[in-house]
């Protein structure tokens, strides 16, 4: 997809419900195959928060890193962010995205790892920083983009936080990507609007693995592609980091509604229902604290979209990225409620459902 496309699918953020996921799609140059919906554009970066957190009246130390300010704050976009998508019949849609504070607990300090690893091609240079990563197979990672000359990307989507780059047009790179050995991660790319400029692109890439079984295995590599040549001459370069072998997986903790377990850690939650589909999860997931609050990842009917990847895989298992750190010693529940869809010959019928992991 060329520029001028993109940039009239962004026209003033008014397009159908799976814009997000086409703007990306293109600029990466793969389908995401990710769940519907509406897609939240995503934001970036705060400064370094410390102290003390309170959380069900005990006192806990905290993590005063810039890798949990940057990546799992609020990315200079205040508390929340909002956006308007229109469909084809002409009603728009509101959603909201809510963010964290980028404080986390002590138990995280050893969870982040440095990875300090760099690749450059077509005058861009990517400099991969810190991740934190957990046995889901999720989590984030921090990284700068450069270049001397300019880094090609669209500026009306960096308003809202998200990183759209021209991989097709003469001197631009794609969005950057990342893989587990020869297999990609599906992610999300975000820009930090304070501290980037049009030279340099501070930033933060969400990520879920497809397979975390397999994936886990593997060294991680983060790669960046353009295209050369026109017509039936072009071609498509990708230059990678050097691997970068993980050396700690957060651990997740397992809830469970009757035989369905549920596997969640600080940065993500993993589903595992068979019968549900690929559609059927769509509605509403609510984590519970012991303090009687709660966080809500999820809500469709009230367009509220608080994470950066959500995905369903093929074996059945469902995935959340959330803008918010789940403080996962507090959790007492994880509600799951959605729809079934089952067809009998060309009668479809919608089955609500409400599952509570404990």
Known sequence: ????????????????????????????????????HAKPLYVAVIGCLAGVLATGGVAYAVVNSSYFASAWGNHGNGESVTWTNGGSSGTKYTYTREFGDGIAPQSLEGSVQKVNLSVEGNGYTLDIHDMAIDKNGCG???FTLSNPNGVNYYKPAAELGELVLYGEEEGGVSTPSMNFGEEWADTRCTIDKDTSSDTVINGTMYFASWNRDRDLRHAVTWNISWTEGKGEDAKVIEVSTPEFNVGAHVDTKELRSDDSPLEISPFSIQTHIDDLGYEAVDHKLTVSY????????????????????SMARNSGENIWVPTKLINVDQVVSVTLEG???????????KVPFTIVYS
Do not use: W
């Open 290 to 309: 012991k303090d009687g609050s709660e966080q809500i990842i999820e809500d469709d009917d009230a367009g509220a979209y608080n994470f950066y990847v």
């Open 1 to 36: 997809m060329k520029s001028n496309q993109i940039k009239q699918a962004f026209e003033s953020i008014q397009a159908d419900s799976d814009l997000a996921d086409r703007v990306i799609d293109a600029a990466a140059g793969e389908p995401l195959h990710r769940k519907g």
């Open 339 to 349: 729809t079934r869809y089952t067809s009998t010959g060309e009668t479809e019928t």
């Open 140 to 142: 984030a990672v921090t």
